[in-house]
């Protein structure tokens, strides 16, 4: 199988998300350089989910398609969420809020493996 655009860019989705969860996990604080990563992630996320829809002719109702579309929203609410939280300053929150973040990334990682995991079976 040939590596495609959509492939390479939901894959930069997967290092830019997981950078920013990741690295904000660690620090064990929400700071600004995290929730550009986030944004980067959303945006690659969008961008390849967009490319690969146009290839398949729609969102497929299945469990790739249907947990797609819910990492994207849930992804898309992470990233606002943690701008209100940074904004307000919130120190409570911005000392938890890691544990949201890594919740989404574990459910983005669902419809990025479904594909391979699905090829092996």
Not at 53 to 71: P, Q, R, V
Not at 75 to 99: R, Y
């Amino acid at each position: 199988m040939a590596i495609t655009v959509p492939m390479i860019i939901i894959s930069l989705a997967l290092a830019f998300y997981s950078i920013g969860v990741w690295s904000e996990r660690f620090a064990g604080r929400l700071k600004a350089w995290h929730l550009v990563f986030f944004w980067l992630g959303l945006v690659c996320d969008t961008w390849g989910t967009g490319l690969m829809l146009e290839m398949a002719g729609g969102l497929t109702y299945d469990l790739h398609g249907l947990t797609g579309l819910l990492a994207i929203i849930l992804m898309f609410v992470h990233a606002v969420w943690a701008t209100i939280v940074l904004l307000k300053k919130d120190e409570k929150l911005i000392l938890t809020f890691h544990k949201f973040s890594v919740a989404v990334w574990v459910i983005w990682l669902v419809p990025y493996l479904s594909p391979m995991v699905f090829r092996l079976i």
